[in-house]
């Protein structure tokens, strides 16, 4: 991979680098791998040249988008308990995770060749997800708000599973319902109170 991670990006380099891949991210997401390449630079503002020069082929392109959201989203779990309670940073960081995986869907043919042949990608994929999802539990642990017998990995899996059945746009109301129905099986239970023994 050339280009890409050869030297520091100056900043213009690094904002117009930023714009195409949100721009790559938002077209893979809605038409595909083979989303227009014309179309993304103009979404990002820039030339064709200038995506070109960046990412030379679309698998280059398909490689860095996918590790730039990948490293977006996990950001994103210090970034919303910053702002918000953990159990609200958790189903928020939920909502990024179905965006991310729609993005991953929706160049899945392409993606899935780059795994292949780079299969320490997609381990350290899966171990930041789990470190960002672990970072989040904790904090609810601590707070009081989330069961503490819970793995991220276990997580994971569900919020996978979840995206599987219900990650398109058309399915909103579906995939809310059933990250809340997550959520809630996340939350700690009350002890039920003893029943004293009937006289």
């Known amino acids: 991979m050339p280009t890409e991670r050869a030297r520091p990006l100056r900043a213009d380099a690094r904002h ?18 083979d989303a ?14 200038t995506l070109y020069r960046r990412f030379p082929t679309r698998e280059d392109l398909i490689e860095a988008t996918y590790r730039n959201q990948t490293a977006k989203l996990c950001a994103a779990a210090h970034d919303l308990l910053e702002t918000s309670a953990a159990a609200q940073a958790l189903r928020a960081w939920m909502d990024l995770f179905v965006d991310y995986m729609a993005t991953k869907h929706g160049m899945a043919e392409a993606l899935h060749a780059v795994l292949v042949r780079d299969g320490e990608l997609r381990m350290r994929t899966r171990d930041l997800l789990t470190d960002a999802l672990a970072t989040l ?9 989330i ?4 793995e991220p990995d276990v997580v994971l899996m569900s919020l996978g599973g979840t995206t599987l059945i219900a990650g398109t746009p058309e399915q909103s109301d579906l995939t809310a319902g059933l990250l809340d129905l997550l959520i809630d099986g996340l939350t700690p239970r009350a002890t039920p109170a003893s029943i004293p023994p009937a006289s």
């Open 147 to 150: 069961r503490s017998d819970v």
């Open 16 to 33: 117009n680098r930023d714009r195409l891949l949100d721009a790559a991210a938002e077209a893979f997401a809605g038409e595909g791998a």
């Open 137 to 145: 539990l904790a904090a609810g642990v601590a707070d009081g708000t």
């Open 36 to 49: 227009s390449l014309k179309g993304i630079a103009k979404a990002a503002g820039v030339g064709i040249g």
